[in-house]
């Protein structure tokens, strides 16, 4: 597997640089126990550069300005809030209207079932 084989000359890379850095090579992973496992063999492989080349940042794109509505006259705000309260009031004037009707027509139906009950059936 190559991965391996990279993942070794990696590690012995590694411990080269280490020794190299602190000038000890005896004491860079020393091992606490024997291990069972066997040995490895390490490749070191070279790696070549790669140059990149990054291009200039450019400037970003001016932000466009935000178009405002022009500000309202205190007399238009005034009256646009009147004219939605009563808007309001009529939506619930409506409503209360039309839920007496509803009762209304409710309790008419439930007393002609009531009367119709206590004829001759109602009757033992």
Known sequence: MKWIRERDALIAQTMAFVQSVTGRKDDVLRPEAPTDRAAATIEVVAVEAVKVEIAPLQPPPQPQPIQLSPPR???????????????????????????????????TKLRAAIRDASGPLGKK
Do not use: P, V
Request: hydrophobic share 30%; aromatic share 12%.
């Open 73 to 107: 006259a205190s007399g238009d705000f005034r009256t646009e809030m009147q004219a939605r309260i009563a808007n309001f009031r009529k939506h619930q004037e409506r409503f209360e209207r039309e839920r007496e009707e509803y009762c209304a027509e409710t309790l």
